[in-house]
């Protein structure tokens, strides 16, 4: 990290290294700050790093997001700090002083090996994470653990000369002392997440005293490879493999229990699937899987064709009910849940090998004295208390929030908070980009030229991830037989430092110069093992990767010998191709930092003001002639504010800003360029004119559609409305709704269907805000809410609370049988049946409110995904690049997404994304030079017959035939793509990374024809 001590204005504070926290520090690492990164935890990576995989379960697992959560320690802008809280701070936004105290770790990291002597020999002088894993110390609980170096617990160890002695590097350090030391930093992003709730304080479940009833958490680690069954899925009672395999929802959640909140922890329903979908993966009809839920809550993007697939694909049971409690079967080791449901008349009991507690989360227990240290408030719930129109800021201007410490999420809306909270404090430290000359982490590039391949191969086990679908050592075993190959060994997690570490060490001591890594997907992982050949001395493209996992173990996970053969074969190609490779130079350009902001709602608005207010240059295009968007027309949020008024100062605020040029009635016609050097044409005005604009990047904030589907008599009787028609109408009217007496809404008209599978996310909560306001103005209003499911998550679940308390009647529907609606002069008629009085019901209504949600505006995507070459969903709406690691990014580089334009979500949750986009923005404009990288086409002067095929077969026109006679390509303007190479007649092109050579390499390999 560059030193900058005591310069307040270069550094920011990050407390907290879970995923909010590494993202954060990583984003404005990115962009050049400098980052303090402390964490009360011996090692970073917080709660996320405990979990197995994520879902979905086919593209998210741990070897994915832990190296890029432990590349946050690689950056040189970040210091990390563990086992270290915050203990006093003074000052103001952008000159803060923080007084920071490190405990002991007793562990040197200079020369801890992680080899775990000093567990193995001393495990109860290790501190230990507490829960199922009772194996893992807190600082070692992952593979990829940062720092990866254990940490003593040294008033637990009797004869601690003995055990000084047993650690071989000598990196126990007896005499540490606890360390104070105060810095002063601009600005503070508070990301210290939350705590699982402990289902042992419900004495009805049996948590803790029946050991066959576990926790979500503690069923992730006994199927995970690295936990303490080593991946195999066994009653902790008897160690048999179970038969049926019971969840419970809500475990200590939407309560009205002494232990009980009543909040909706928002993530539960989705790991619970994730979880019965694994095992069912793994185990199919060996294991019956059922889920006890009150209400499924799969409201996030695509979340919702998951559930479906749950049930359909993978024949998940699904039971709605709340069982009240749990007890041991009499004669075995069974646990036997009793329930009711509204099907079956009277008590139902199973039995169950094993039940799991989908429990939620609670703040954490340092939060509230954190909280008065930093002197920021909380709410009723004890989470940090923020803003709606400003979802990342606290009470304490320059301290800003992100992840579970603001409130329940899941991953990605933590990730989008977290880059939102980067963005933010980055305006508290020097608007001026470093100036300072970057230091070269990486020693120079060994010359290879004229070298006889010298190939290592190291093929990862991953646990069970890899090693549970073939044999890896047989991999290892016959890759050292191949030609050119002079070392080969199993790397384990070789995303893991200790793997890097010896990698490296390998390459120098064998002198390689090419490196095949048997592992995950290049995707992810690639980049990650060519810095670490740049590290060892060599050109990073004298890499390649063999796809074991996602083209092997994923595919093939019940054919080990077939899997193996398959392993070998890929590896062989990988060999042979890597010895035809060859170092290549990188490209660059000069940056251009302006950005081209698409959509003029809150999302784009609020995307320009924060960009323009760093002092970039922004052109925010509205395709029609004003802005706003739809949340111009919707006149309250849930929590009651006034979105006109926000709407209207939002748009003052865009109009008046310097840096920020605004095109109204503006229609993308081209595009054309790279990250960084972008043209973008647009026809412009009733005269469509037309105009070019330069940019480095382009965020997307295009906005949806409010639906308006062709049911229930919408748009032919005057009584049926949308819900944002009766928002509209409660503020304009509220004398006429007074005189109302029944109001009836329906929830998911046209969402959830056959037509637009997916769940719109908002409908619940508007529907719920307008009830209450219904009842403000009349509170003997019988108002009835149809529902399917409530999917009130978060804080939101209150507002229900409060709703059903006012006496709103919530009556659940099955998609199966819809309700009926018809007309009856000025008012109209709903028939529906009550699962609870298990008969008919008939309401005569003064007015009926449907949950319409939003679809996307599937023409404008369609035309600019189209133009900009972007995926989309199938429902329409822009494809980010990962659901997981990169919400925000989308698939080209350069591009990014926001808003409602990303997926249904409230207001709150677009601003959210709106700052996020801007904070990774920040990240891609830092550089003042654009690496092009090396896959560039190259032509052979001597074998061009200047026929012009490339020139008539490149689709971005950048071949040409120069004064010599021969074709030119610019690698300035060249995207890679090889057309031109697969198009030439005469060979004469080869694409850097794809050559032919390389290329019939592999074949060889495939075919097994290589010596």
Same mark, same amino acid.
């Given at each position: 990290m560059t030193d900058h001590t005591n310069d307040a204005q270069s550094t920011v504070l990050v407390i907290g290294g879970g995923v909010g926290g590494i993202k954060a520090a990583m984003d404005l690492s990115e962009a050049r700050k400098d980052v303090l990164l402390v964490d009360k935890a011996a090692a970073i990576g917080g709660l996320m790093t405990q979990l197995d995989r994520t879902f979905p379960t086919n593209n998210c697992d741990l070897c994915t997001i832990s190296p890029h959560l432990s590349a946050g320690a690689r950056e040189q802008h970040i210091e990390l700090m563990p086992l270290t809280e915050v203990t006093a701070l003074a000052g103001d936004a952008g000159d803060f002083t923080v007084t920071l105290t490190s405990a002991p770790r007793y562990i040197d990291l200079d020369k801890c090996t992680a080899c775990g002597e000093c567990h193995k020999q001393y495990p109860e002088c290790v501190r230990f994470y507490p829960g199922l894993d009772h194996r893992a110390p807190t600082c070692m609980r992952y593979p990829q653990a940062t720092p990866q170096a254990f940490s003593i617990d040294m008033a637990a160890c009797k004869d601690v000369d003995a055990l000084v002695k047993v650690c071989p590097a000598g990196a126990i350090v007896v005499d540490d002392q606890e360390k104070e030391v105060t810095r002063r930093v601009s600005s503070i992003i508070l990301a210290v997440g939350a705590e699982l709730f402990d289902p042992g304080k419900l004495d009805h479940f049996g948590h803790g005293r029946y050991p066959n009833v576990v926790t979500g958490l503690e069923y992730e680690r006994i199927m995970s490879a690295s936990g303490p069954t080593l991946g195999n899925l066994v009653r902790p009672s008897d160690g048999q493999a179970p038969k049926r395999v019971a969840w419970i929802q809500c475990a200590g959640s939407r309560g009205i229990n002494r232990e009980d909140v009543s909040y909706c922890s928002s993530v539960c329903c989705m790991y619970a699937l994730k979880e019965a979908i694994v095992t069912k993966e793994r185990f199919?009809?060996?294991?019956?899987?059922?889920?006890?839920?009150?209400?499924?809550?799969?409201?996030?993007?695509?979340?919702?064709?998951?559930?479906?697939?749950?049930?359909?694909?993978?024949?998940?049971?699904?039971?709605?009910?709340?069982? $009240?409690? &749990?007890?041991?079967?009499?004669?075995?080791?069974?646990?036997?849940?009793? =329930?009711?449901?509204?099907?079956?008349?009277?008590?139902?009991?199973?039995?169950?090998?094993?039940?799991?507690?989908?429990?939620?989360? @609670?703040?954490?227990? *340092?939060?509230?004295?954190?909280?008065?240290?930093?002197?920021?408030?909380? %709410?009723? *719930?004890?989470?940090?208390?923020?803003? $709606?129109?400003?979802?990342?800021?606290?009470?304490r201007p320059g301290i800003y929030v992100c992840g579970v410490s603001e409130g329940p999420k899941d991953i990605p809306e933590t990730m989008v908070q977290a880059s939102a909270a980067a963005c933010m404090a980055a305006r508290h430290t020097d608007k001026a980009l470093h100036d300072v000359e970057e230091n070269d982490e990486y020693p120079p590039e060994r010359d290879v030229f004229g070298e006889a391949p010298r190939i290592g191969v190291f093929v990862c086990d991953c646990g069970q991830n890899i090693g549970g679908a073939m044999d890896v050592e047989a991999l290892v075993q016959e890759s050292a037989k191949y030609p050119h190959v002079v070392h080969a060994e199993m790397a384990g997690h070789g995303c893991g430092q200790e793997a890097l570490a010896r990698m490296r060490r390998m390459i120098e001591e064998k002198k390689l110069n090419r490196v095949v890594v048997g592992a995950c997907s290049p995707r992810t992982h690639e980049g990650l093992f060519q810095e670490n050949l740049r590290k060892a001395g060599l050109n990073k493209y004298l890499l390649e990767i063999a796809n074991i996992r996602d083209q092997n173990a994923w595919v093939h996970g019940g054919a080990r010998e077939l899997a193996t053969a398959k392993g070998k074969k890929l590896i062989r190609m990988a060999v042979g191709a890597v010895a035809q490779a060859g170092p290549l130079r990188e490209h660059t350009l000069p940056m251009n930092k302006d950005v081209l902001v698409l959509g003029g709602g809150v999302a784009g608005m609020n995307s320009a003001l924060s960009l323009g207010d760093?002092? =970039?240059?922004?052109?925010?295009?509205?395709?029609?002639? #004003?802005?706003?968007?739809?949340?111009?027309?919707?006149?309250? %949020? +849930?929590?009651?504010?006034?979105?006109?008024?926000?709407?209207?100062?939002?748009?003052?605020? !865009?109009?008046?800003?310097?840096?920020?040029?605004?095109?109204?009635?503006?229609?993308?016609?081209?595009?054309?360029?790279?990250?960084?050097?972008?043209?973008?044409?647009?026809?412009?005005?009733?005269?469509?004119?037309?105009?070019?604009?330069?940019?480095?990047?382009?965020?997307?904030?295009?906005?949806?559609?409010?639906?308006?589907?062709?049911?229930?008599?919408?748009? @032919?009787?005057?009584?049926?409305?949308?819900?944002?028609?009766?928002?509209?109408?409660?503020?304009?009217?509220?004398? #006429?709704?007074?005189?109302?007496?029944?109001?009836?809404?329906?929830?998911?008209?046209?969402?959830?269907?056959?037509?637009?599978?997916?769940?719109?996310? &908002?409908?619940?909560?508007?529907?719920?805000? %307008?009830?209450?306001?219904?009842?403000?103005?009349?509170?003997?209003?019988? /108002?009835?809410?149809?529902?399917?499911?409530?999917?009130?998550?978060?804080?939101?679940?209150?507002?229900?609370?409060?709703?059903?308390?006012?006496? !709103?009647?919530?009556?659940? =529907?099955?998609?199966?049988?819809?309700?009926?609606?018809?007309?009856?002069?000025? @008012?109209?008629?709903?028939?529906?049946?009550?699962?609870?009085?298990?008969?008919?019901?008939?309401?005569?209504?003064?007015?009926?409110?449907?949950?319409?949600?939003?679809?996307?505006?599937?023409?404008?995507?369609?035309?600019?995904?189209?133009?900009? *070459? +972007?995926?989309?969903?199938?429902?329409?709406?822009?494809?980010?690049?990962?659901?997981?690691?990169?919400?925000?990014?989308?698939?080209?580089?350069?591009?990014?997404?926001?808003?409602?334009?990303?997926?249904? #979500?409230?207001?709150?949750?677009?601003?959210?994304?709106?700052?996020?986009?801007?904070?990774?923005?920040?990240?891609?404009?830092?550089?003042?030079? &654009?690496?092009?990288?090396?896959?560039?086409? #190259?032509?052979? @002067?001597?074998?061009?017959?200047?026929?012009?095929?490339?020139?008539?077969?490149?689709?971005?026109? /950048?071949?040409?035939?120069?004064?010599?006679?021969?074709?030119?390509?610019?690698?300035?303007?060249? *995207?890679?793509?090889?057309?031109?190479?697969?198009?030439?007649?005469?060979?004469?092109?080869?694409?850097?990374?794809?050559?032919?050579?390389?290329?019939?390499?592999?074949?060889?390999?495939?075919?097994?024809?290589?010596?």
């Open positions: 199919q009809d060996d294991i019956e899987t059922t889920i006890f839920f009150m209400d499924m809550r799969t409201f996030g993007k695509d979340y919702e064709a998951y559930y479906q697939r749950a049930k359909e694909q993978y024949n998940i049971r699904m039971v709605r009910c709340r069982p $009240h409690s &749990i007890v041991p079967d009499p004669g075995g080791q069974e646990m036997r849940i009793s =329930y009711a449901t509204d099907e079956v008349s009277g008590m139902t009991t199973e039995n169950f090998d094993m039940v799991v507690l989908s429990t939620g989360f @609670r703040p954490a227990a *340092h939060t509230v004295q954190l909280a008065e240290t930093l002197g920021i408030a909380l %709410n009723t *719930h004890q989470f940090v208390q923020s803003n $709606h129109f400003e979802p990342v800021v606290t009470s760093q002092g =970039y240059k922004v052109f925010l295009a509205e395709r029609t002639g #004003r802005l706003g968007g739809l949340a111009a027309v919707i006149r309250r %949020n +849930l929590e009651g504010d006034d979105v006109r008024v926000y709407v209207a100062q939002l748009v003052e605020r !865009v109009q008046a800003h310097d840096n920020i040029e605004v095109i109204t009635n503006a229609i993308v016609v081209d595009h054309s360029g790279m990250p960084g050097k972008f043209q973008t044409g647009f026809q412009i005005g009733p005269r469509m004119y037309y105009r070019q604009i330069e940019h480095g990047a382009t965020v997307l904030a295009t906005g949806a559609l409010a639906h308006r589907p062709n049911q229930y008599l919408l748009g @032919r009787h005057k009584a049926v409305m949308t819900q944002l028609d009766l928002d509209d109408l409660i503020e304009a009217q509220p004398d #006429r709704i007074k005189d109302w007496e029944c109001m009836v809404m329906i929830q998911c008209v046209g969402s959830r269907t056959a037509e637009n599978p997916n769940c719109s996310r &908002i409908c619940c909560q508007t529907a719920i805000k %307008n009830a209450l306001r219904l009842t403000d103005l009349n509170p003997e209003m019988r /108002v009835f809410v149809l529902y399917r499911d409530m999917r009130t998550y978060g804080f939101s679940e209150d507002a229900y609370i409060e709703a059903r308390r006012r006496g !709103v009647i919530f009556v659940r =529907y099955e998609a199966e049988k819809t309700p009926q609606v018809t007309a009856d002069g000025d @008012r109209v008629t709903v028939q529906f049946d009550d699962p609870i009085l298990g008969r008919p019901m008939e309401v005569s209504a003064d007015c009926l409110g449907l949950s319409t949600g939003l679809i996307a505006d599937d023409e404008t995507t369609e035309d600019l995904a189209a133009i900009f *070459h +972007l995926n989309r969903t199938e429902d329409g709406h822009f494809l980010e690049d990962h659901v997981k690691l990169k919400p925000l990014d989308m698939s080209v580089p350069g591009f990014f997404v926001a808003g409602t334009a990303h997926s249904p #979500r409230s207001i709150a949750e677009s601003i959210a994304q709106a700052q996020g986009v801007a904070g990774r923005i920040q990240g891609l404009l830092s550089q003042d030079v &654009i690496n092009l990288g090396a896959v560039v086409a #190259r032509v052979d @002067r001597d074998k061009c017959a200047t026929c012009l095929v490339c020139v008539r077969a490149c689709p971005y026109n /950048v071949p040409f035939i120069n004064e010599d006679r021969y074709s030119e390509i610019d690698p300035a303007k060249c *995207h890679g793509c090889g057309t031109c190479a697969a198009e030439c007649p005469a060979k004469a092109i080869q694409l850097s990374c794809f050559e032919d050579a390389p290329i019939m390499a592999k074949l060889e390999g495939l075919l097994e024809r290589i010596a």
